[in-house]
């Protein structure tokens, strides 16, 4: 018998359910920069609108250089500093690292614990992460396997761990209770059905990501951006007539 079955009735189809702007949202990423390249215009739109947004980063991305004169300890610093930044620009209420090694990202029970953890200190109202389905994207790009990684233990945290009180019971004892996140929108995902309309928040989106600095070196992201963000609207397939030139497209469940 399905879980929801077993709870209750079956939740709500989501096109009926999916809010305007969630109150509460709780970004999960695996590395520094992700969310940036992602889903920023989202969250700006939403941190505008009123939305309390907090950042979760698996990892503080201490891989992401080909400077031979870099530690992994000195670039994952700078890289939180970065994300920091990036952060404050877009009105971001907090960022927490985890401090997993970049491009090792196993999505076990270990992982689970620890994003259950944030889940149920943060109490968001919807979870924002990876979508994990994503292995590659057209013929030229792989999806990287911490994205992957990051957006299975994420699903598997939301449902059912962050919700049910005898899962990692420890968690009690530090006085976190259950909590349980109806609304998760997935980002990099290849099957989207929900679209977010970010042309009034693509420049602040543009700012947030030239924040990390150490990733883009001399390139400038704008016109990629741009370009993805035409591309995404192009692709609602039931675009209103006042829908922008820009935006963000996810994955969307109604947990209930």
Same mark, same amino acid.
């Given at each position: 018998?399905?879980?929801?079955?077993?709870?209750?009735?079956? &939740?709500?189809?989501?096109?009926?359910?999916?809010?305007?702007?969630?109150?509460?949202? %709780?970004?999960?990423?695996?590395?520094?920069?992700?969310?940036?390249?992602?889903?920023?215009?989202?969250?700006?739109?939403?941190?505008?609108?009123?939305?309390?947004?907090?950042?979760?980063?698996?990892?503080?991305?201490?891989?992401?250089?080909? *400077?031979?004169?870099?530690?992994?300890?000195? %670039?994952?610093?700078?890289?939180?500093?970065?994300?920091?930044?990036?952060? *404050?620009?877009?009105?971001?209420?907090?960022?927490?690292?985890?401090?997993?090694?970049?491009?090792? /990202?196993? &999505?076990?029970?270990?992982?689970?614990?620890?994003?259950?953890?944030?889940?149920?200190?943060?109490?968001?109202?919807? /979870?924002?992460?990876?979508?994990?389905?994503?292995?590659?994207?057209?013929?030229?790009?792989?999806?990287?396997? *911490?994205?992957?990684?990051?957006?299975?233990?994420? %699903?598997?945290?939301?449902?059912?761990?962050?919700?049910?009180?005898?899962?990692?019971?420890?968690?009690?004892?530090?006085?976190?209770? &259950?909590?349980?996140?109806? =609304?998760?929108?997935?980002?990099?995902?290849?099957?989207?059905?929900?679209?977010?309309?970010?042309?009034?928040?693509?420049?602040?989106?543009?700012?947030?990501?030239?924040? =990390?600095?150490?990733?883009?070196?001399?390139?400038?992201?704008?016109?990629?951006?741009?370009?993805?963000?035409?591309?995404?609207?192009?692709? =609602? &397939? !039931?675009?209103?007539? *006042?829908?922008?030139?820009? !935006?963000? !497209?996810?994955?969307?469940?109604? /947990?209930?």
């Amino acid at each position: 018998m399905p879980e929801h079955h077993a709870r209750g009735q079956e &939740p709500t189809a989501p096109e009926d359910t999916t809010p305007e702007v969630p109150d509460r949202v %709780l970004v999960i990423q695996a590395h520094p920069d992700d969310a940036e390249f992602s889903c920023a215009g989202t969250v700006a739109k939403w941190v505008r609108a009123g939305a309390e947004v907090h950042y979760c980063s698996i990892t503080s991305g201490d891989k992401g250089s080909d *400077d031979a004169a870099m530690s992994g300890v000195e %670039l994952a610093t700078l890289r939180e500093q970065e994300q920091r930044a990036a952060c *404050d620009i877009l009105g971001v209420a907090s960022v927490t690292f985890l401090g997993y090694q970049d491009a090792m /990202l196993v &999505p076990d029970l270990n992982l689970r614990r620890e994003l259950v953890r944030v889940m149920r200190r943060i109490r968001p109202t919807a /979870l924002v992460c990876f979508d994990p389905a994503t292995r590659y994207i057209g013929r030229n790009y792989i999806n990287h396997p *911490d994205h992957v990684a990051a957006g299975e233990a994420s %699903l598997a945290a939301v449902f059912p761990s962050a919700r049910d009180r005898l899962t990692f019971p420890e968690l009690l004892q530090e006085g976190l209770e &259950p909590h349980k996140i109806p =609304h998760v929108y997935m980002f990099g995902t290849a099957a989207p059905d929900l679209w977010v309309d970010i042309s009034d928040t693509i420049e602040i989106k543009i700012a947030a990501l030239k924040a =990390h600095a150490s990733q883009l070196g001399e390139w400038d992201p704008t016109e990629m951006m741009r370009e993805w963000g035409r591309e995404a609207a192009r692709r =609602h &397939p !039931a675009r209103p007539v *006042d829908f922008g030139e820009y !935006a963000e !497209a996810f994955k969307y469940m109604y /947990l209930g």
